[in-house]
């Protein structure tokens, strides 16, 4: 089996390279990637990002992972989360810019395939895991349709919410991965557009990349659903209840020793009534409900990847809330690296109705080649 060599001692992405032979031959045969370290490997540590999971070594593959090595790939090892996933900072730097974050929980995973590491890995989405790592290192991210790709032996935090993804450099990488798995990649650029306008958090810098790509792509501006521009704090209430129950258990053995933000996480999930709770789900499910309407006049909507560019602060892994409503709603979404010099990357944020993969992945690489 090949070697890797490469210098990770700045950027920090990997938590151990310790390549890992395929299981089979097939479309992936001789392809290098990395799997972020909540995802379970045969032999092979996962950790959690966190010292409290330390030498725990599972005895298989997760069903994500067996599936590429079956197809040929070689999983090179295993890439930096924060800790439990959440927003506790790992210690890798972005490969633009050292003393800017990578984003997070998939911080790794991003990192690495945008300094060209590897040409694709693994992360997660729970809020915004994938989508604004990608927009920070400007690599493409994709989280398909919510259960598309099997989530079976990935660390859990929220049933309802907890998605796989994966990392590319480009949008026509990522549609030749996507059938190479096995999934369907055939299909025609969806259309027509739509585009969200900005929250006001958007910063001018991102604001005026998002404004110039809806006008060079013919998108049209509406309105979100009441329901959409509420989602982002019912997804955060929902992922704060179930990841307390999740993993209430080792916070009352260890405390903030899991991560002093993961922590405040938990206590708040706990302590949350059901009826908030419920309420919360409730409201979720008329926010897909009402989306389907958009979709189905609308096949694609743009909305910002991120609030900006990758904040200067590694201790923050910045703000998921141009992600989370997409993660809730459960459909699928790619973030594709916008047109913008010498600056700090910046996404566009791409998604499109349940099942509706293939459409989009063509359509991403449809406003890719627009850029070129």
Not at 216 to 244: K, M, T
Request: hydrophobic share 45%.
């Amino acid at each position: 089996m090949q070697s890797f060599t490469f210098d990770d001692s700045r950027i920090r992405a990997w938590v151990r390279v310790d390549p890992q032979p395929p299981l089979g031959e097939g479309p992936l045969s001789g392809v290098a990637f990395g799997v972020k370290d909540i995802f379970d490997t045969a032999g092979v540590p996962t950790e959690w990002g966190s010292p409290l999971m330390a030498g725990r070594i599972p005895e298989v593959d997760c069903p994500l992972v067996r599936m590429l090595r079956e197809r040929g790939g070689i999983m090179v090892g295993k890439t930096h989360t924060t800790s439990f996933a959440y927003f506790d900072a790992a210690p890798t730097r972005n490969p633009h810019d050292l003393e800017c974050t990578p984003g997070g929980s998939s911080s790794g995973s991003a990192a690495a395939v945008a300094a060209g590491m590897v040409p694709f890995a693994i992360g997660s989405q729970t809020q915004g895991s994938v989508l604004r790592p990608a927009s920070f290192c400007g690599c493409v991210g994709f989280k398909p349709t919510l259960g598309l790709l099997p989530i079976a032996g990935a660390m859990p935090f929220s049933p309802e919410l907890d998605t796989a993804g994966l990392f590319t450099p480009t949008a026509s990488a990522m549609s030749a991965l996507w059938g190479k798995m096995g999934l369907a990649a055939e299909a025609s650029p969806a259309g027509p557009m739509a585009a969200f306008a900005p929250v006001a958090e958007v910063e001018a810098p991102m604001r005026e990349a998002f404004s110039r790509a809806v006008e060079r792509l013919g998108a049209h501006w509406i309105d979100p659903p009441d329901s959409f521009r509420e989602l982002a704090a019912v997804v955060r209430l929902i992922q704060e209840v179930e990841g307390g129950r999740t993993h209430c258990e080792i916070w009352r053995r260890h405390g903030t020793a899991m991560g002093v933000k993961l922590a405040g996480l938990i206590e708040r999930g706990l302590s949350t009534p059901e009826e908030t709770f419920q309420a919360a789900l409730s409201q979720l499910r008329q926010a897909r409900r009402d989306m389907e309407a958009v979709f189905r006049q609308y096949p694609v909507v743009l909305t910002a990847a991120a609030l900006g560019a990758a904040p200067r602060d590694l201790s923050f892994t910045g703000d998921p809330r141009m992600n989370a409503p997409w993660t809730g709603i459960g459909s699928p979404a790619i973030s594709v690296p916008m047109p913008v010099g010498g600056a700090l990357p910046l996404g566009l944020q791409i998604a499109a109705a349940p099942g509706q993969d293939a459409a989009l992945l063509a359509t991403a690489v449809a406003v890719e080649n627009e850029w070129s």
